[in-house]
T-cell receptor, first 116, second 116 residues
Framework: AQKVTQAQTEISVVEKEDVTLDCVYE???????LFWYKQPPSGELVFLIR??????QNEISGRYSWNFQKSTSSFNFTITASQVVDSAVYFC?????????????FGTGTSLTVIP | ETGVTQTPRHLVMGMTNKKSLKCEQH?????MYWYKQSAKKPLELMFV???????ENNSVPSRFSPECPNSSHLFLHLHTLQPEDSALYLC???????????????FGPGTRLLVL
């Protein structure tokens, strides 16, 4: 079963629109971590945010905001007033902490295109 | 230099060639990872090293051979590859494994490999 589901494969928005990227995860652990990464056309995955399972406070960083809801196992990412530079593939990831490692489970990514 | 660097950025090789991918991290981390990213597929974890010791090999074919001489450097030696091995190979690093804190992984820009 997929541990991280990003149901939206591709999204297109017009510049200045708001857009929300969905992420649903599955885990039985009580302690876990969630991440979002941005992958522009250049290829590098750029780290955006890390949240632990005990901190459900929503976070805002400039035009980016994240909504973490344990009740629905979701960690959605909203970009406000989108810009062309936001065009990229965005990955959500789950880390289940274990004694042996730091296993990351990545979603399949959402490709965002911002049209000028 | 800062962050995670990878060389070469692009590589074209024939099926009988031998080549190596290099990754170097300047973050003082102790865990390093190789991932494979193929078109339309999720990121695949290939190998994990923690303090120079290999901790994970996700059933990767023997034509891929990793080497980690120290915590800052990671190599992926390639030989007799197949066309289906064409992909973006990403290196990542994190503080260490087994800390129980879901360490963030930081990625390099990747090597785009084309096998002819």
């Amino acid at each position: 079963a997929q541990k991280v589901t990003q149901a939206q494969t591709e999204i297109s928005v017009v510049e200045k629109e708001d857009v929300t990227l969905d992420c649903v995860y599955e885990t039985r652990d009580t302690t876990y971590y969630l991440f979002w990464y941005k992958q522009p056309p250049s290829g590098e995955l750029v780290f955006l945010i890390r949240r632990n399972s005990f901190d459900e406070q929503n976070e805002i960083s400039g035009r980016y905001s994240w909504n973490f809801q344990k009740s629905t196992s979701s960690f959605n990412f909203t970009i406000t007033a989108s810009q062309v530079v936001d065009s990229a593939v965005y990955f959500c990831a789950l880390s289940e902490v274990s004694n042996t490692g730091n296993q990351f489970y990545f979603g399949t990514g959402t490709s965002l295109t911002v049209i000028p | 230099e800062t962050g995670v660097t990878q060389t070469p950025r692009h590589l074209v090789m024939g099926m009988t060639n031998k080549k190596s991918l290099k990754c170097e991290q300047h973050l003082g981390h102790n865990a390093m990872y190789w991932y494979k990213q193929s078109a339309k597929k999720p990121l695949e974890l290939m190998f994990v090293y923690n303090f120079k010791e290999q901790t994970e090999n996700n059933s990767v074919p023997s034509r891929f051979s990793p080497e980690c001489p120290n915590s800052s450097h990671l190599f992926l030696h390639l030989h007799t590859l197949q066309p289906e091995d064409s992909a973006l190979y990403l290196c990542a690093s994190s503080q260490k494994l087994g800390s129980g804190r879901g360490e963030t992984q930081y990625f390099g820009p990747g090597t785009r490999l084309l096998v002819l």
